[in-house]
């Protein structure tokens, strides 16, 4: 197979999967901002599943589930895309050296532990990664991927490797990427429904472990954390949630600065003075999340006393819920 | 008892602390709550956060000295210990191995690994990305 080199920017982004499909259609001269993906597939979300246990603790998310953001935008905006998914891995290789010589770049979901230009200090098996493929250079693929610096090469074995990663939502080689985009959107109408669609999963879904309703929850739990199972443990528990909330592709507070930035950004859009102002409580909302997770940390260093107690990091908790209710409640609301 | 007051308490940010991770930098996003503006800024994570990444490797690390000891005791095989340094547990390691988890549980005793055959060694150490001669005798 020849070269291939396509003329594809690699832009840093603060969610692996927004800011792949963000820069996917920026190559399809689709320009739209990683924080409008994001809103438009109505990414954001918290729950919080003592149920299942990741890690050896309890599940916290402050996301919806990993490939609907960029299935909800992309069928939102009107884009054409194909996803394919494998059991064969050599199949899977030729799929993207076929669509890579058709000229188009693709979206590869891959786990993170083999990942040899991924920084050590992420290298867990977490397989709900997202990169770009969108060249070829004898063996080895270039790759940009949002979390990095930099654009990357990667080897045919080790690509192979992370596409059928194993264990907890292996990707099986799924592969996605837009094939035809179209000349005129109007995104308004797509920004609002997207909102409402948010607004609903915070605030409309009468169970108690999601949304709001979920993060108080939380919040209850963590003040019997302590007695109920100790320092260490509880200790270990609040770092999982911190590490859901603070680490790699969550933009920071559990991906709530990117949802304001999305905010602000409709708001201009839409000339919406309701938005804008949701833009700002939003702003204030991830900054209390952001004190959580920086005093909550205190808790978390090796073989240390709790330096915070539990109950305060859970009145915080409270509080942002309150704040989330409050913006969720009134952008239910919203009429253009 | 009084809590403390959650509106007031609020933390400041530790640039004076020292950073455990420089490999790269990321972007992240910030709200200036004076200038009512959002901005994206490309850094290593903040000194509070790599507080928590450390946590989770600290505890994979004690995980495997214990391993460590148990394998040299002679209570475990060295494909337990190869298995915790991937952070893999049982089924993930079925999963890949394409053993049933039964059948890797037995291989993680000392008895069940000496009687595997060469083309089952080649299998894990395939797996773990070392030669078989590092499977048997690992360097801890």
């Known amino acids: 197979m020849t070269n291939i080199k396509m003329d594809f920017e690699h832009r840093q982004a603060g969610h692996c999967e927004s800011g792949v499909t963000s820069n996917l259609l920026n190559y399809h001269k689709l320009k739209i901002s990683e924080p409008m993906v994001f809103g438009i597939g109505a990414g954001l979300f918290f729950s919080y ?161 999601v949304g709001v309703k979920g993060i108080r929850y939380l919040a209850g739990r963590m003040r019997k954390w302590q007695k109920l199972y100790g320092d260490e443990k509880a200790s270990y528990y609040l770092g999982q949630v911190l590490r859901m909330e603070e680490e790699v592709g969550t933009a920071g507070a559990g991906f709530r600065f990117i949802y304001g930035a999305f905010l602000k950004e409709a708001g201009i859009v839409l000339k919406h003075d309701g938005i804008s102002e949701a833009a700002i409580e939003m702003g204030i909302n991830a900054n209390r999340w952001r004190d959580f997770s920086y005093l909550g940390s205190r808790n978390c260093k090796k073989r240390a006393k709790p330096e915070e107690s539990y109950d305060m990091l859970a009145d915080i908790l409270l509080d942002c819920a309150d704040k989330e209710e409050k913006i969720f409640k009134k952008l239910s609301g919203i009429k253009l | 008892m009084k809590q403390p007051d959650p509106q007031n308490k609020q933390a400041e940010p530790g640039p004076d602390q020292e950073l455990i ?54 209570e475990l095989s060295p494909i337990a210990w190869y298995m915790e340094k991937n952070l893999m547990e049982v089924p993930m390691l079925a999963e890949y191995t394409g053993f049933w988890k039964r059948t890797v549980r037995k291989h993680l005793t000392p008895k069940g690994f000496h009687k595997l055959d060469g083309k089952s060694l080649n299998k894990y150490a395939t797996i773990f990305n070392v030669s078989t001669h590092q499977l048997q005798t690992p360097e801890f």
Request: aromatic share 12%; hydrophobic share 35%.
């Open chain 1, 49 to 209: 599943l003592p149920f299942l246990k990741m890690q050896n603790a309890p599940v916290t998310s402050f996301r919806v589930w990993p490939g609907m953001v960029f299935d909800r935008s992309t069928r939102s905006l009107g884009v054409k895309t194909k996803i394919h998914k494998f059991k064969d891995q050599k199949a899977s290789m030729e799929m993207l050296d076929k669509v890579l010589a058709d000229g188009l770049p693709v979206g590869l979901q891959v786990g993170t532990f083999h990942l040899p230009f991924f920084p050590p200090e992420y290298r867990m098996h977490y397989n709900m990664h997202n990169m770009v493929v969108y060249g070829k250079e004898g063996d080895m693929y270039m790759v940009s991927d949002t979390v990095v610096e930099k654009p990357a090469l990667i080897s045919y074995d080790d690509l192979l490797r992370v596409r059928f990663a194993k264990g907890p939502f292996s990707p099986a080689g799924r592969m996605y990427y837009p094939c035809s985009v179209p000349h005129t959107i109007e995104i308004q109408p797509l920004i609002v429904k997207g909102i409402k669609k948010t607004a609903y999963n915070m605030v409309g879904i009468p169970f108690s472990l």
């Open chain 2, 21 to 74: 991770y420089t490999n790269n930098r990321e972007l992240f996003y910030h709200f200036d709550p004076e200038k009512k503006e959002y901005e994206q800024r490309v850094g290593y994570q903040h000194s509070a956060n790599q507080v928590i990444i450390k946590q989770s490797w600290d505890v994979v690390e004690e995980r495997l000295n214990e391993v460590k000891e148990q394998v040299i005791r002679g």
